[in-house]
C-alpha cells in the first residue's frame, strides 16, 4: 500500500458543523464503477496497485478506484480492497478542483471506511483511512466538521497504537497535522502544543520519510521555531530527491510543499 502524501495537510477548517459525520452507507456495489465479472480479488488489486504507481495521471487513479472496490466485491471477507479504494478516492478527493466531484469522492470514501470496519472492526487500517476521509469530508460539508474532526482524533489514536508504523508512521503524522490544523477549543479538537510530540514520533519512527519531516516542520513553524521547522523542511526536501523516495510519484508535491512552507 502506498502513502497517501500531502492528503491531511488540506484539513484547514474555519467553523464546526452539527451534523453527524457517518450514515448509513449504500452498498458497496452501489459505489463500484468497474465490473470485471469473475477476476479473482488479487488480480484485480494488483492491476490497481499498477494503475495506482501511474499517478499523477487522475485517470489512472480513477481505473484503480474501480478496480479496488470490484476486489471488494470479489472476496467480502477481505478488507485489502476496501483500503485502496479510499486510498484512490482520498488521492482524487485531494486535488479534484470541482467542488461537487471532490465532495462526492470524499463522502464515498467515507462509506467505504465504514464497510472497511464493518468487515474487521479491529483494522487499524481501516480506522486509519476513515479518519482520512472524515478528514476530507470535513473539508467539504463543513457541517459535518464537528462530529467528524472528534471522530478523527479517536481512530487516529487507536490507530496509532495498534499499528504505529503503518503508512510509514501515518496516524502519528495525520494526527498532528490534524491538531496543528483544526479549530482549537470550544470550536474544534486542535491544539497546536500537543501537535509537536506526535509529528516528533512520526519521525522517531521513521525518520527518512519525506512526508514525516515536512509534517514536523509545519508544525514547529506553527508553534514558532522557525529554525527547527526550516531545518525539518530542508531534510524533508532533502530526503524527497534521495532514492528510494525520489522514485515516488509524490516526490514532486512534497518538494513543492516543504518549499512553501518554509519561512521567508
Known amino acids: 500500500m502506498t ?35 469473475s477476476v479473482p480479488a488479487s488480480a484485480l488489486l494488483q492491476e490497481a496497485d499498477e494503475e495506482f504507481a501511474k499517478r499523477p495521471d487522475a485517470g489512472a487513479v480513477g481505473k484503480a478506484e474501480g478496480l479496488c472496490l470490484a476486489a471488494a466485491q470479489a472476496d467480502e471477507a477481505q478488507v485489502g480492497g476496501l483500503l485502496c479504494a479510499m486510498r484512490a478516492k482520498a488521492w482524487l478527493a485531494e486535488r479534484e478542483k470541482g467542488v461537487k466531484d471532490r465532495t462526492d469522492l470524499s463522502v464515498s470514501a467515507v462509506q467505504t471506511g465504514q464497510w472497511c470496519l464493518r468487515r474487521d472492526p479491529a483494522s487499524a487500517p481501516c480506522k486509519y483511512w476513515l479518519a482520512v ?71 522517531e519512527l521513521r525518520p527518512d520519510y519525506p512526508p514525516n519531516q515536512l509534517a514536523l516542520g509545519e508544525v514547529l513553524i506553527h508553534n514558532g521555531d522557525k529554525p527547527g521547522g526550516r531545518a525539518a523542511l530542508r531534510r524533508a526536501i532533502e530526503l524527497a530527491g534521495t532514492e528510494p523516495w525520489s522514485k515516488d510519484p509524490d516526490a514532486p508535491s512534497w518538494v513543492a510543499d516543504a518549499r512553501a512552507l518554509l519561512p521567508r
Open 3 to 37: 502513502r497517501p502524501s500531502r492528503l491531511l495537510w488540506l484539513v484547514a477548517l474555519l467553523g464546526a458543523g452539527c451534523a453527524s459525520a457517518l450514515k448509513e452507507p449504500p452498498p458497496i456495489s452501489t459505489l463500484q464503477r468497474e465490473d470485471r465479472g
Open 133 to 203: 476521509a472524515l478528514g476530507l469530508q470535513a473539508r467539504d460539508r463543513p457541517v459535518t466538521a464537528d462530529d467528524g474532526l472528534k471522530r478523527m482524533v479517536q481512530l487516529l489514536r487507536e490507530a496509532a497504537r495498534e499499528a504505529p508504523l503503518y503508512d510509514e508512521a501515518g496516524p502519528e503524522r495525520v494526527l498532528a497535522l490534524l491538531l496543528v490544523r483544526a479549530p482549537g477549543w470550544p470550536v474544534g479538537p486542535g491544539d497546536a502544543e500537543e501537535a509537536i510530540p506526535h509529528a516528533r514520533k512520526a519521525v
